[in-house]
């Protein structure tokens, strides 16, 4: 039985760029007992996400930084190995925010049960986990797709983006997808069923986007910004939605990045832009894993992972994979 914890601690705010490792400093915590009310999580997988860049900088966001010597934030999923709280026993499957660390305590709020008979344990932070409703809730609810629109979504073969094609496609639209490099474009058309996609690498995107999309766009899902989003505003249609989930062409920008240049197209078409975080919908993710889950069971979403191994002191570099797009699905880290 081991007796300690290893855990990822962020001890210096980063510069602009790519983390450097010596923001960070891995360590043994003795193992605590759970107090009354609380249990322990000995994690499974670390869910790595592009927006503990952003958690980690001193900067006005949507959730207050982590704080210099806590234990990195992070989405995480596991067993319960000890109790004291009436409503959850040894042998639960849980995920929740349990920081990059092998054993997490939990009071049990903001938690959310694991049913592992129906996907396996990473899946759980990945597709039918905090991605997914984003994806799903971030779609439906802001880009409000009809049968027959265009629906076009960038990062498309990620975590988040290769849900928004599927459930638009469910819902009857043409689906184009952007993506970086011929095997992340072809995994979208052959494996996913997307209509098409687009390699924003070969270096023709405009023109490549609009072979892709002849009536035009209706629905713009951003999860890039910059060079994308200048290109897709050009070919929106009149009263478009862009649900905008991220931006991570800019999280490690050294310099201010550009505003978007072509921002009168959302004059001119009357385009709604709108910022979405996922925890605005809080109090209906059992909606959403319900829907994800149904789906998944029937064979009409498929989800991958794309999981790591070498623990705690892997994850500095592992992060770091988002931003380069080596990663090929949902990123998680085995403990
Ligand atoms: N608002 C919310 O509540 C919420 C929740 C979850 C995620 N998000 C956002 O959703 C987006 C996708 O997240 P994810 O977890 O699904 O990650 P992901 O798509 O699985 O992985 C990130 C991908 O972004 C692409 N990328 C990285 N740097 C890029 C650049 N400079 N230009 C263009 N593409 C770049 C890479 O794909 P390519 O190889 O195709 O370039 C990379 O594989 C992120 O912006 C994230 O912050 C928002």
Known sequence: MATTNRVCKLVKRPPPGLVQRDVWAIEDLPLREPGPGEFRVKIGYVSIDPAMRGWINDSKSYVPPV???????????GTIDASNHPDYKVGDAVQGLFGVQQNAISNGQNVGRVDLSKAPMQRWVGGLGMPGWTAYFGLLEVGQPKSGETVVVSAASGAVGSIVGQIAKLKGCRVVGIAGGAEKCRFLTNELGFDAAVDYKAGNLGADLKAACPKGIDVYFENVGGEILDAVLLQMNTFGRIPVCGLISAYNATRMPEGPKNL??????RLTMRGIIVFDWANRIPEAIRDLATWHAEGKLKIREDVRKGGIDAYPETLN???SGENNGKLVLAV
């Open 67 to 77: 704080g210099l010597g806590e234990v990195m934030r992070s989405y995480s999923v």
């Open 321 to 323: 994979l988002l931003f």
């Open 264 to 269: 009168r197209c959302v004059l001119t078409q």
